[in-house]
């Protein structure tokens, strides 16, 4: 009834779960009580020799979103992505570019010349980026079928760092918008689906909580109450004075005989 | 197994619908999307005389909150308060002492005062309060069943507006912590229950809101979705850098025979 | 030509300096640099049999503000404040009750109290209060001559935290509103004088800071701007878009002969 | 003794003032005001044929900045910039590139390019950008003399919006950073003084002031206390609690001869 459709796909879950940050036993419970239908996997992930192996984790039915991680040009992440096809399978790659070992962020310029020659070699191509405008429509130029503005640096739990920059992307693009990284709470997920987000992408803030596969069902609530609110549309916000909810005048006086009247 | 506990009555939902703001052929709609199982009600509209009876459409099972909505002092939150027992027959109210119409910020002072006389005659009192530490200690020596801190003015929808001090209150207070007014999206509600709050009321959201029952729907999911993140337990916070959810070295390089290795 | 009046006394300096954190022989400096022409001092400090006295590290021409420091009741407020009045020969008196020693929140309710005794005895009575719209209107019908918000909790350096409850008493309240307590930066200081406080009173965050005669002058500079500014008229905000502040359209196209023209 | 360095030249003042926004009359006052020693000039502004010369209201020893709005590429902003010193005759220029005309965000693609070109002509060059660490570091690369990120967008006066953002540029970036476009308060010039920043430019928050001469001095108190604050070090700040000024303990008690001791 609503669904999410990115490069002609479309999923009925708009949580998206990476699967860097934990041990291979918990991604199963965490995909299943998150419902999330796409799941990144480094290719390191996916491909571990005589190790474990991420895709036995995965249940069927949820679609792998091979990420470039370990990039730090456009060339490289090119390379991967085809390497990853291969490996995977499908034609869905998560575009990182990163040169920043610190905050981890993504080098737009090198993203829009790995999306474009990947976007050509028919990949649909899930850019991960710094949340500026003028990238964005790069992107969308050069054939990424959605952007994915960080909300703060990867890992952090910090949430929206960039409220207004997050907010002119939704009102101003037409591609699906995936809030990805530094999402921290289910809160703060709620909030963007509530924005407008097309959906959140998240690791790291299930991955430290106390209790994994809880949190994988709260951001999984979440993520569908912001979402209800945002078609529901919210209520208008006063700036400075509050406004009556129950009645306020006419409280009741007790007459003579002791009943309550106005 | 998480029951929310008010006066030795027990809870499942931990959300709490205001009837101030909707029409009531809305109500029902709300309170069944809501799961609320307490729903506030005003002396006026739950005796209109040959008017419709909001009573009429609160379903089976759902306890009623009497407010004391109109009274400006002690002396007038008590007098409505035993009014309204008769008329709901129960011993759960909802104190409001509002002097200011404007912002419609309760009085603490005549909050406290009113609360320890209905306390004392064996009611199950909820105050409506300024989140002011002092005074919820005095609530709570004056024997109130939980305390119910504003976010931000009624009505508003502004959210969270003394947020440090709502965190003082969930810190130090044993009592239930309902945050109560001003709550205006989903995201906050979820918030605040990250923050350990024991429940969420709320009216003119839901009110305002385009769809009604969507967004009743919205904010019980997010109720949810923030109690079970507060259980699970958040995880840490990075204050300045992130950190990689994928791993960053080793990308892959082709080797000469267009393989990939690390 | 713009003074800030207090009981009827005229200060040009809109900076009250809190005493309580620094060595003696810094006083001095600070005061100086920071051109206060009030500072508190708690009554130890004024007598300390002995030891050094603060008395002589206070230039002539500043007043001195006794306050209440260490007082859990209004009785005990009222109490030091007699005291302090013939020790200090003036009639300037800060009351400040405490009764939490975790976050230092002043009891607005025994603040009051103490405020109606000692204005009826001719004190200008200062009340250090939390944030508090009904608290700050009774203080004013007790006699304060001015009321004293605190930003967040004493010697915390974290600035406005309950914003928007302070501008209600901003808006509302006719007695001067000077900010007392939290305020940790000198942006913070100038932030509130914009908002339209008469004051505002530091203590910890230019005694914590590491050039303390420094900070105490750019506290000075800070809050001279937010007055400034306050009384010049803020512009308006944007809160979506931009607006171009040079011309952007016709930006110079060369000619056929090397020339420039729009 | 705090000079601000850019390009070889040292500057006493840290304000550099925008001129788009006023009428010609009121440049004049404003620049005295504001002490400031650098204001920029949009080259239309600077030769309007037989009207009013912009030039003709700027005290002498103020050093021109001309900036290359109208420029919607790289290409355009060097010719520009190359007609500029002809004009100006000096080496400053302020590249601004500029593609979207809603939200006039600089496009960081266009501008490190024009950076590259104008840096190796023997231009001092100061960028506009967006508030992206990898951008910063390309223009620092391609010769930058400075970085120019913006608060908020261009004349919406709303402040910082991407403060975590700011405050990577200003950690890791060796060239200094001057916060250009959107600042809209004395107070929010004065924080990001303390967070590091070299400098602030302001115009429309000048512009649009009600009284512009005093909002300008005002802009040059906050801007000076913002900086010997970040040079005297802050204050630690306390998440949680507060910490006592004054001394708590040992209030004093009356005793039986009518004396306080403790």
Do not use: W
């Not at 869905?92 to 905050?103: A, L």
């Not at 054939?143 to 949430?159: D, E, F, K, Q, V």
């Not at 400075?240 to 306020?248: F, N, V």
């Amino acid at each position: 009834a609503d669904p999410l459709v990115i490069g002609g796909h479309a999923f009925t879950s708009r949580f998206i779960l990476g699967s860097g940050k934990y041990s291979l036993a918990l991604i199963k419970a965490a995909v299943e009580n998150a419902g999330a239908q796409m799941i990144t996997v480094a290719l390191r992930r996916a491909n571990t020799g005589g190790r474990e192996n991420i895709l036995d984790y995965i249940p069927p039915g949820v679609t792998l979103l091979p990420n470039t991680s370990g990039a730090r040009t456009a060339e490289e992440a090119v390379k991967i992505a085809r390497f990853a096809r291969e490996l995977c399978s499908g034609n869905f790659v998560k575009i990182e570019v990163i040169r920043d070992s610190k905050y981890l962020l993504p080098d737009n310029s090198e993203t829009i010349k790995a999306t474009e020659i990947l976007a050509k070699e028919g990949f649909i191509v899930m850019p991960y980026m710094f949340p500026d405008l003028n990238a964005a429509r790069d992107l969308a130029n050069a054939g990424a079928a959605c952007i994915m503005p960080l909300a703060s640096p990867i890992g952090s739990n910090r949430g929206l760092c960039a409220r207004d920059f997050i907010r002119i992307l939704l009102d101003e693009m037409d591609l699906p918008v995936i809030i990805d990284a530094g999402i921290g709470k289910p809160s703060q997920a709620c909030e963007v689906m509530e924005m407008g987000a097309a959906a959140v992408m998240a690791n790291t803030a299930i991955a430290t909580a106390g209790d994994i596969p809880a949190m994988a069902e709260a951001f999984k609530n979440a993520i569908e109450a912001g979402r209800k609110a945002y078609l529901a549309g919210l209520g208008r916000v006063l700036e400075k004075t509050g406004s009556a909810s129950s009645p306020l005048t006419g409280f009741l006086h007790e007459d003579k005989n002791g009943g309550m009247h106005e």
